[in-house]
């Protein structure tokens, strides 16, 4: 069923309750992966050595300074386990911080989203993918390579990091949603298996995500031309067009994003015409890049909404979607394993009317 909300934020009691706990989350240390430990698929488009190139200029985002790195040539993965305080559901998500694929918002976009997922018992793999790169797929293809190496990898170590293969999501950012819904249609490309990076590919893991979460994203449009006077209705990019590989999808955008407003709700229309589960939260206000918690402002609270949709699609209990606190308990071994089964379009947990919680203690099917 497809909704669009504009829907009151939830308890503000609750928020901060979570904003507190995460805080004090994602500090251990953490486990950090090359995605290509012998070559990157294509060879590095600089020479230059990684850095953080924040100015006191820039913007806030989720309402502080936050670390912009470029020139990642050599692109990781660094998982952040929820703490046994709170419990692990056996969700996890990919994030892809934003940054024009120039650079990368690592604090704002992409530890806050941590912070967040960690607080309510997810996963977080935060994805370094390579920037600067020079256009979009499929012009270029190693924003997608990373993206599904990430996804590949993560599968792989399931048992180990205790998540279930079956509930990997992508959460993106600006630049970084784009790569999320790049991901939710073409996640079965084959290009990186014709590179030198082929050997670290193991291409019978599946990069599919389960679900995704879409905030306010860049470059799914038609560019119209800026001298017509008359500019067609925005059109999605015909390469982002909805597939049966492209999960339930949340979104969210504001309607002054002066630069791309209007990404998220015709992507919206797309998934709605594809028949694929999707929600759409608008904000009047918020403009391009608030990050995870803009203080003071009515989208300060939108990973409540988005708690509460992963809850809906079955990726965690009820528990944590209403009171996200570190007394939820972490899933034990009770639970019969289930029957792997083939993944449907749209469906966020394949093959189960009735979801069990995840139980670490049964064999991992990619």
């Not at 990076?197 to 470059?219: G, M, Q, T």
């Not at 309607?255 to 608008?282: C, S, T, W």
Request: aromatic residues 6%.
């Amino acid at each position: 069923m497809m909704r669009m909300r504009h829907r009151a934020l939830a308890s503000l009691s609750i928020s901060v309750l979570a904003i507190s706990l995460a805080g004090n989350l994602a500090t251990a240390q953490q486990t950090v992966l090359p995605l290509w430990p012998h070559a990157t698929p294509e060879p590095a488009q600089t020479t230059e050595p990684e850095k953080d190139v924040t100015k006191p200029t820039d913007a806030l985002i989720s309402g502080h300074r936050t670390s912009r790195l470029t020139n990642v040539t050599n692109p990781t993965l660094t998982v952040y386990s929820p703490p046994s305080s709170v419990g692990n559901t056996g969700a996890a998500a990919l994030v892809f911080p934003g940054g024009g694929y120039v650079r990368l918002a690592w604090d704002g976009e992409g530890i806050d989203t941590c912070k967040w997922l960690n607080s309510i018992g997810v996963t977080c793999v935060l994805v370094k993918y390579r920037v600067p790169e020079k256009g979009h797929y499929p012009d270029n293809f190693a924003d997608l390579e990373d993206a599904q190496q990430a996804m590949r990898l993560t599968r792989a170590h399931a048992a180990a990091w205790h998540i279930n293969p079956a509930h990997i999501g992508v959460i993106g950012f600006s630049a970084g949603a784009n790569l999320a819904v790049l991901m939710s249609t073409h996640s079965d490309d084959h290009h990186v298996e014709s590179t030198p990076a082929a050997p670290d590919v193991d291409s019978k893991i599946e990069a599919r995500p389960n679900f995704a979460i879409v905030v306010y994203p860049a470059y799914l449009i038609v560019a119209n031309d800026p001298k017509d006077p008359s500019p067609p209705a925005p059109t999605l990019d015909p390469v982002y067009t909805p597939n049966n590989l492209t999960p339930t999808t949340f979104l969210i955008q504001a309607e002054n994003d002066r630069g791309y407003g209007k990404n998220a709700p015709v992507y919206f229309q797309a998934l709605a015409a594809k028949g694929i589960p999707a929600e759409l939260h608008m904000y009047a206000t918020g403009g391009h890049g608030f990050g995870i918690h803009p203080p003071g402002k009515p989208e300060e609270n939108w990973t409540d909404l988005a708690t509460a949709w992963l809850h809906e699609i079955n990726m965690v209990p009820p528990s944590v979607a209403e009171h996200p606190s570190p007394s939820v308990p972490a899933v034990g071994p009770v639970t019969p394993c289930p029957t792997p089964q083939p993944p449907r379009p749209g469906n966020p947990h394949p093959g189960s009317a009735n979801p069990q919680p995840f139980n670490p203690d049964c064999p991992q099917q990619p």
